[in-house]
Every structure is written in C-alpha cells, then in structure tokens.
C-alpha cells in the first residue's frame, strides 16, 4: 500500500478529535501530555557524509510545523527516521508509545479498486471492523462491533472520503473509477487523500503540492489549517508555510532550529538574529585582534609580561562567535535572444486535443517577445495541452497558427522524464545537444546550473528532483529561445532555487508562458493571466488575489465583469493596463540602451588622441554621432513620458 503506520492502541479517524477522547483506546490525559516528538542529539551520515550532528528539538504536539532547508540537507532523510527506517548514528528521536505516523511513501497502485475504495481501505481499523460484523456471531462480539462502528463514525466515512477525493481534483465520477485509469500524478494525489482520511496522530507530507495544481494546493491549506494532529510538513511553497503552519523546523549546518510562527516570521527573525550574531562576531574578532595586539607588543617586555600573560587567558577563554552563514548563491543564467517583429505566435480559431478528441476550440490567441503570461485553471483543464501545442509537441485539428520563422523556443515538461533519458548522465545530454563544445564548457555550464562535478557524471535516474528540474532548465533555455514555456518548474527546487528562478526569467528578453501552483512566483513574473476551463483560454479580467479568492469561495473562476455608474469613466480592461505597461516597459529599455551607447561615445570622445590632426575626419564621424544619440535619447524620453501618463491616467480610473 502507498500509506504505512505504526499502529497503535490509540485510535483517530478523520472525524476529529471524537476518538481521542476515547477513554478505551488510551489513558488519554497522559498520552497527550507525552504526545510530542522529541528530537535529542542525533547524530546521522551517509557514506561518510554527515547529514545530523548533535541536533536536537521538540515538536508540540497538535502543530503543524513546516520542515524547511536547502536541497540535499536531509529533510526527507529525518522523516525516515521518524518512521525508524533508518538507524541513528547517536541520539534519539522519541515518539508518543502509540502514536500512528502516517506520509504518503509512494502513488497509490495501479489496481481495478476505485479511488472511493482505495482511500476507504486506508482506515484500517474500520476495514477490519466491517468484515468481522459481516462473520461474527457471538452476540456480545457482535454488539462491541457495532458499538466500535458507531464511536468511530463508520457510516459517515463514504462521504468524508468523497470530500477529502473531490478538495484534490476528483469528481464523483472519476472517483468510481479504477485507480489503474490514472496516470502516476492524479495516483499521488488518491495516495495523499488516503493518508489524510486516515488521520494519523503523526502526519508527515514530503512536496505534497507537488502534483496538486492551485486549487488542490488552496484546499489543501484550509484542510491541514483544521488537521487536529501533528504535521510535519516539507515544502516550498511559501503559501503554504505561511497559511497553515504554526512553526518552523529550520535544518542547517547539521542542526535543527524549532521557530515559531510562519514562514515570514521565519524570515524575519532569522534575519534579524544573523545581524545580531554578525554585529556580536565583528566586535569579538576586534576585541580579539587589540588583545592580540597588547599580547604581541608587550610580550618581551618584563614590565608588561604580566599583563599580557593576563590578555592571552582572556584570549584563550573567549569562546568564538562564528559570523552567520552566507545563503548559496543561487543563480540562473538565460542566454539573452535576437529581437523578433511582433507578434512571434499568433493563433485564429485553433482547435487541439489527442486524436479524436479535442481539449481545446476556438483559440484566438497573439504572443509577442516581451509577454509574460501565466496559465490558470483546473487540473485536466488543458493548461499541459495549451503548453505542448505552443512548444510545437502537438498539432492544430483545426484553424491556424502562425509563427516567426526564426522563432526558437525553450520547454520544460511537468514531468521530467519526459525529455530526459534516465541511463544518461547530465554531460552526456549536454554532448548530445553540443557535440563540437568542448567537455569543459559543458561542465562549467552545468556548475552554472547546481550540477557540480559528481552531478554531472551521475545518471540522470539517480538524480533528485530537483537536480533534474535544473538539468531540464539548461536544457530548455541552452538554445537561447525568443519564447520559454515553463509547466510547473518549481517542483522540487527549493526557495532559494526559486528566488534564482525568478530573477532569471525578471532579466530575460523573451517571452515567458508559465503553469504554477506557486502564487509567489506568478506574483513576481507574470503580468497577463489567462484562464484555461470549459475548453476555452481567455484573458481573466482581474489579479492572482481575486483568482485565490473565487477558488477559495468555490465560485468558478471566470471573469466577471462588473457593472459601471454611467456617471463615472469605464476603467480600461486589464489587457489595455498590460499594453500600457508594455509600452513603458519597452521605452524604459530603449533608453537604458541608448545611455549605455552615450557613455561607450562619451568616452571615444575623450580620448586626446582623437583630436590629433591626423583623424580630424574620424572625430567629425564621432561627433556627428554623437549629435544624433543625443536627439534620439530626448525623443526616447519623451516617448517615455507619455506612457508613463497614460498608464497612470489609466490605472487612476
């Protein structure tokens, strides 16, 4: 099964607290008194490499904590010790004696059960307690049965377990189909319903919006936002540590920190604390260096040498303050493409599905070089589809589309694999793409990516997710393309992989279309939104917090256009506001070019050599250009002016 516990006496259900509060599954009072993970000095390695040393913390019970560190720390490594998978070096980590821990360990099989069956089999006390009703028959057995059935909420599960399917993208439908009609993703999401039906006393969830699009990640929020147990949750997903957690448990340098609070608490303590360790490690290391210095000077000098035998101990007491550590610099680097004319993808009354079946109809859609549009909807909508058929992965059934001849265009897929062969190494897909660049410039490009020397001769099967997320982004960007379409690329990078991320596509020259669960990253790089539902993408009138808010209302989230008081202006449509935006954008770039250009010829013009008699018609050249920047940097500036007053006039209606 794709769910395992450590069973214990002490029974929860997802009806809530109602069987804790069972005097006949435990003593409850002191069971909950000692339900809290206490993490005490582990210590734990890998093939020599240490992953814990001497980390220590506790877990209240009943919090939802947010597990959070860079790639490769050891997050996912904790929580197998948790479930005592592995065995510590040193240390302990104590549980409650009859605790459940349940996590999702792998998708849910590829079987003929439904996925309401599926999930329902997962609370196994109620399985067991239904098939012993259907065979006993000694009235007393028969009678406690019943009465277990009934404290549990037996009869209610069906419905609790449709709820939990239908919060991560199952309609009732689907939900009576066999698991093995799905593919690998929608499975992960019935084995992440079936570990939330189960209610575990322990719940510990690895990337669960991982495979979740927005909706299912905002429902998610609200769902473990009331869990009453304990959560441990993995994730990058700044939303969600924000919303639903009310700790931190920061894993860094070998050791764990317990922070209270959200994930922008986090971040604002933690900064505050490295100024205050860094400004604490400044005054030592000079407090140090003037007793060194006394101890230095006075050293030899009989009527000193008791003073600065006295400094030295003082030296040698002082216990040092380490200076904070500095974050990895995380950086993405996107070759920069040619300008092309406008628009470089234009579609008329287009149509696009798989064979016979159409997903999408009547698409009229335009994308020029400086776009950045980011796809909304439901899973299974044709946000993947959308995206394939402008990477040129699927055909038009009907219509047209029209491209830039010289249009290039990098895509990465939502699942890796697809265009990674797992027997290769990240090198040899590099030489695959670049034959004649040498080994060393391939190297160096993957470093540039996260992918050191063992990376890069490691196949790409072996490698984590997030290495893959990034050897997939190399490739999809080596070619410089005019266009990048991105279906969800934050799968499995962490926050400061994220950050890079951003400012990577916030410098790059092409046009970006994006499929996120990630709201901070649609919030940072896309400014035109487009919805994918009912067969159809059109322009969605409004902003990401409107988008959160229908799909928190479960209202459908389609533009809505409000009536006007024909006393006040029509506000211009948030496609005009992006044009506008556009426009200031492109004058704003124009003149940056233009001051580079002004410096490169103010400083030719100041060269002395270039006044010597010898290259006077070489200096009229010079200043001839220079005359014309000089008129064209006034008239890219005034151009400039107006768009900023016409964005303005239009963002103040």
């Given at each position: 099964m794709a769910w395992g516990f450590t069973c214990c006496a002490r029974y929860h259900d997802g009806a809530g607290l109602k069987r804790a509060k069972l005097a006949l599954a435990c003593d409850v009072a002191p069971c909950y008194d000692?339900?809290?993970?206490?993490?005490?000095?582990?210590?734990?390695?890998?093939?020599?490499?240490?992953?814990?040393?001497?980390?220590?913390?506790?877990?209240?019970?009943?919090?939802?904590?947010?597990?959070?560190?860079?790639?490769?720390?050891?997050?996912?490594?904790?929580?197998?010790?948790?479930?005592?998978?592995?065995?510590?070096d040193h240390g302990q980590i104590t549980?409650?004696?009859?605790?459940?821990?349940?996590?999702?360990?792998?998708?849910?099989?590829?079987?003929?059960?439904?996925?309401?069956?599926?999930?329902l089999a997962a609370d196994k006390e109620r399985a067991a307690l239904l098939a012993e009703a259907?065979?006993?028959?000694?009235?007393?057995?028969?009678?406690?049965?019943?009465?277990?059935?009934?404290?549990?909420?037996?009869?209610?599960?069906?419905?609790?377990?449709?709820?939990?399917?239908?919060?991560?993208?199952?309609?009732?439908a689907a939900q009576a189909r066999p698991c093995a009609d799905f593919s690998g993703g929608w499975r992960m999401r019935v084995a992440l319903a079936a570990v939330l039906f189960s209610a575990p006393d322990?719940?510990?969830?690895?990337?669960?919006?991982?495979?979740?699009?927005?909706?299912?990640?905002?429902?998610?929020?609200?769902?473990?936002?009331?869990?009453?147990?304990?959560?441990?949750?993995?994730s990058h997903d700044r939303g969600l540590l924000n919303r639903a957690v009310q700790g931190i448990l920061h894993l860094e340098a070998q050791k764990l920190t317990y922070w209270t609070?959200?994930?922008?608490?986090?971040?604002?303590?933690?900064?505050?604390?490295?100024?205050?360790?860094?400004?604490a490690a400044r005054k030592q290391a000079a407090r140090r260096a003037h007793l060194q210095s006394f101890v230095d000077r006075f050293r030899a000098k009989a009527s000193k040498a008791k003073q600065a035998q006295s400094r030295l101990k003082m030296l040698e007491k002082m216990d040092p303050i380490a200076a904070p550590e500095e974050a990895a610099n995380h950086v993405f680097?996107?070759?920069?493409?040619?300008?092309?004319?406008?628009?470089?993808?234009?579609?008329?009354?287009?149509?696009?599905?798989?064979?016979?079946?159409?997903?999408?109809?009547?698409?009229?859609?335009?994308?020029?070089?400086?776009?950045?549009?980011?796809?909304?909807?439901?899973?299974?909508?044709?946000?993947?589809?959308?995206?394939?058929?402008?990477?040129?992965?699927?055909?038009?059934q009907s219509g047209r589309l029209t491209k830039s001849n010289k249009l290039r265009i990098g895509y990465f897929a939502q699942h890796q694999m697809d265009v990674l062969r797992a027997a290769e190494t990240p090198l040899q897909h590099l030489q695959r793409a670049r034959p004649d660049t040498p080994p060393a410039k391939l190297r160096a490009q993957l470093a540039g990516f996260g992918l050191l020397a063992a990376q890069a001769e490691t196949e790409v099967g072996r490698l984590s997710g997030g290495q893959k997320a990034r050897l997939t982004l190399l490739l999809a960007t080596l070619d410089a393309p005019h266009m990048l379409i991105l279906d969800e690329p934050t799968?499995?990078?962490?926050?400061?992989?994220?950050?890079?991320?951003?400012?990577?596509?916030?410098?790059?020259?092409?046009?970006?279309?994006?499929?996120?669960?990630?709201?901070?990253?649609?919030?940072?790089?896309?400014?035109?939104?487009?919805?994918?539902?009912?067969?159809?993408?059109?322009?969605?009138?409004?902003?990401?917090?409107?988008?959160?808010?229908?799909?928190?209302?479960?209202?459908?989230?389609?533009?809505?256009?409000?009536?006007?008081?024909?006393?006040?202006?029509?506000?211009?449509?948030?496609?005009?506001?992006?044009?506008?935006?556009?426009?200031l954008r492109k004058a704003e770039a124009r003149i940056e070019k233009l001051e580079e250009m002004h410096e490169k010829l103010s400083?030719?013009?100041?060269?002395?050599?270039?006044?010597?008699?010898?290259?006077?018609?070489?200096?009229?050249?010079?200043?001839?250009?220079?005359?014309?920047?000089?008129?064209?940097?006034?008239?890219?500036?005034?151009?400039?002016m107006a768009a900023q007053e016409a964005l303005d006039q239009a963002e103040s209606q």
């Open positions: 000692a339900c809290m993970i206490q993490i005490d000095a582990i210590g734990y390695s890998i093939e020599g490499r240490p992953l814990f040393d001497g980390a220590s913390a506790t877990i209240p019970t009943g919090h939802k904590v947010g597990l959070v560190g860079r790639n490769g720390t050891g997050k996912t490594t904790l929580f197998r010790l948790i479930r005592g998978e592995l065995t510590l549980l409650p004696a009859r605790a459940r821990i349940g996590g999702v360990a792998q998708e849910a099989p590829a079987s003929d059960v439904s996925l309401l069956d599926t999930v259907d065979t006993a028959t000694d009235p007393t057995r028969i009678a406690e049965v019943q009465t277990r059935l009934a404290d549990i909420d037996a009869w209610s599960a069906p419905a609790r377990a449709s709820t939990i399917l239908k919060g991560l993208g199952f309609d009732e322990i719940l510990l969830l690895d990337e669960p919006t991982n495979y979740l699009d927005l909706e299912g990640a905002l429902w998610l929020e609200g769902f473990l936002q009331k869990y009453p147990h304990t959560v441990l949750i993995v609070g959200s994930f922008g608490q986090f971040l604002s303590a933690r900064a505050m604390q490295a100024k205050i360790q860094g400004e680097t996107f070759p920069q493409p040619d300008q092309l004319p406008p628009p470089i993808v234009h579609i008329d009354d287009g149509a696009v599905g798989y064979g016979d079946k159409t997903i999408l109809s009547r698409l009229a859609l335009r994308i020029d070089q400086d776009d950045r549009i980011a796809l909304l909807g439901r899973n299974g909508m044709g946000k993947s589809t959308l995206s394939k058929l402008l990477a040129g992965e699927l055909p038009l799968n499995h990078l962490d926050m400061e992989s994220r950050e890079a991320l951003a400012e990577a596509l916030a410098a790059y020259d092409g046009a970006v279309v994006l499929v996120s669960h990630d709201m901070h990253l649609l919030n940072l790089v896309a400014d035109r939104l487009w919805l994918v539902a009912d067969g159809r993408v059109q322009p969605y009138d409004g902003d990401l917090d409107s988008y959160r808010q229908f799909l928190l209302q479960a209202a459908p989230a389609k533009p809505v256009d409000k009536p006007q008081a024909t006393a006040k202006p029509t506000r211009p449509s948030r496609d005009a506001i992006l044009a506008l935006r556009s426009d400083a030719i013009l100041a060269d002395p050599a270039l006044y010597e008699d010898s290259k006077i018609s070489e200096l009229e050249g010079w200043n001839r250009k220079y005359a014309e920047l000089t008129e064209a940097m006034a008239r890219a500036e005034t151009l400039w």
